[in-house]
């Protein structure tokens, strides 16, 4: 008498599916293009705080806003430019880059998750016909916009 022992071809395809299966709902279930999009976000409305936090420190040790700022855009508007990187001269973006001096106000100006363009942040600038700034980052992910007004 022969004794056999061992799975059968039948056996392991069967367990490899239901661990396929399995692994699948979990990748579904966790979604991780969603929660790399929310964290990017964080970031995102961070560093959009920590801009306006700097603007507005700047104003009320200077009574002046860093920069030339346009006024009376909103945020995915074409009125609104985005903020150079420190260290560019940068036709068409507003320069507030005098934030940075000494570090005062802020160490370096931040920089969009995903980079931003070659000569900007990522974030944009505008202020009001009544003096009130605002910082958004229209690139924000899912549909959702970031902004702050002070």
């Known amino acids: 008498m022969i ?29 991780p293009a969603k929660q790399l999009g929310d964290t990017r976000n964080a970031q995102r409305h961070s560093n959009v705080l920590t801009i306006a936090n700097a603007v507005n420190q700047y104003y009320i040790d200077n009574e002046e806003w860093p920069g030339t700022i346009d006024t009376g855009g ?9 903020i150079c ?8 973006k507003t ?25 900007g942040t990522g974030y944009y600038i505008t202020k009001s016909t009544n003096d009130r700034i605002t910082i ?13 007004s002070r």
């Not at 990187?85 to 068409?92: E, F, N, P």
């Not at 570090?103 to 370096?108: A, E, H, R, T």
């Open 136 to 148: 958004c980052a229209p690139d924000a992910e899912q549909n959702i916009t970031i902004s702050i």
């Open 74 to 82: 909103t945020c995915g508007n074409e009125l609104v430019q985005e």
């Open 3 to 31: 004794n056999k022992k061992g799975f059968t071809l039948i056996e392991i395809l069967l367990v490899v599916a239901a661990i396929a299966i399995l692994a699948g709902i979990v990748i579904i279930a966790i979604n």
């Open 95 to 119: 320069n507030i880059s005098n934030l940075v001096l000494n570090q005062k106000y802020i160490v370096s100006l931040p920089i969009d998750p995903l980079g931003g363009t070659s000569d």
């Open 85 to 92: 990187k420190t260290g560019y001269t940068c036709s068409g």
